[in-house]
């Protein structure tokens, strides 16, 4: 059995993202100028991680700070958590409204102008599924789009990328009751494959590079059904042993 | 500027690993026979990531347990652990005497033999070492490689692959002092890169193929360096907000 192999291809071109943009039509074209240098273009079953930066962004989920005080958007983080997880002198862990928990409710001053921080998307399962939908009526591609934020975690250092929202590709892949290659079932092993996919975009959109958009061809097409990030891959309070 | 792609490459054909393997050997047979049907072959800067249960066959961390009593290791998972972090029912999070923390201590009876349990290896940054000293040894070629677990956390449901050991590439990618794409200055923008490319390794590794390797090509050659997950990884319990 020869398996396919993943590309993660970076997508560089998308222009500085201003609020009202048309992203999904951004996306496109910096997809297609892209992909056309290796005389490639979007196709079905293509994953499309894009940074929750850019979609702040075109979501207009901007806030004015202090430019001089690194520590303006403080007052931010706390109206956008429902509940203090954590804190170490300025490091707030909070969850979000969203139900997100991570560090300063995902608000993010690097890479943006002076005074000016981003909060994150309202709903950004809503967010993906809308650059899916226009992907899909416009050039009739049928595309999963994973809307990616880098979070800290836990017991480890560094950071990875996570999915805050997706569209079009199932957030969890439940292998339990597959039979492993023993042939005895699996149990408990339902893999979260839409923060593996935005850990692996990540690998070539760098930090610095301002590549917001990352495209990964080869996923298995059954991968690709209902479901999103903030009901499936959010784990609630009752079942969570660490809140 | 046009940034490398990644590819991931599942390489199938390792056989049934058992105590005393030359784990090394066997994966260099895998690589190039797999690498061969495309005209390729290993080569500076690859990048592979191996599965931790492979290598703690080839090590003999394997120990008997009753077949029939599904709880059987759990006396293992205690042995194993220098501290439980929490306990609900059967299921026990604690701090493994390698300093992870994880479920069960990392012991594993899937894809095993009935009543043989896998452990961690003991050093799993030593066996990274060893595997990527012997592929640059007999082939001449500098290598990463990745020991790779699948790791429950915190706040999110679904399981995702994180290193538990590597060589021969940097386990953090430090971006701090990098100068972001509007020339300021990141702040604490530490990469975990072996996580991330130990989740994207586990996107065409499966879990019930039995693929337990995986070929990362295109990995920026500044990022191969010294380090190891242990050291550089695990958080000290000092730093950690949440033991």
Not at 24 to 34: H, R, W
Not at 43 to 66: I, P, R, T
Not at 155 to 164: E, F, N, V
Not at 188 to 213: F, H, N, P, Q
Request: charged content about 25%.
């Amino acid at each position: 059995m020869s398996s396919p192999r993943l590309e993660i291809i970076p997508i560089p071109g998308l222009p500085e993202i201003v609020p009202g943009d048309d992203l999904a039509g951004l996306i496109i074209e910096a997809c297609q100028s892209s992909l056309a240098e290796s005389s490639e273009q979007l196709q079905d079953h293509d994953v499309l991680v894009v940074s929750q930066k850019v979609v702040s962004k075109a979501e207009n989920k901007l806030e004015q700070v202090d430019p001089d005080d690194p520590l303006s958007h403080k007052p931010l983080v706390l109206r956008e958590s429902v509940r203090v997880v954590r804190r170490r002198g300025e490091l707030i862990i909070s969850e979000t409204k969203h139900g997100y928990i991570c560090a300063n409710a995902g608000i993010d001053r690097s890479n943006m102008a002076p005074g000016v921080a981003a909060l994150l998307p309202d709903d950004s399962d809503r967010s993906a599924i809308r650059i899916r939908d226009a992907i899909a009526g416009r050039l009739g591609v049928e595309v999963g789009i994973i809307v990616a934020d880098t979070f800290g975690r836990p017991w480890r250092r560094g950071l990875t990328d996570i999915a805050l929202g997706c569209a079009g590709i199932m957030p969890i892949l439940d292998l339990r009751g597959t039979d492993d290659a023993v042939g005895r079932e699996l149990h408990v092993t339902e893999v979260c494959i839409v923060d593996e996919l935005a850990g692996a975009a990540e690998l070539v959109r760098g930090k610095s590079d301002g590549i917001a958009v990352a495209l990964i061809r080869g996923v298995d097409p059954a991968w690709f059904g209902p479901g999103g990030v903030v009901t499936d891959v959010v784990r609630s309070p009752a079942e969570d042993l660490f809140r």
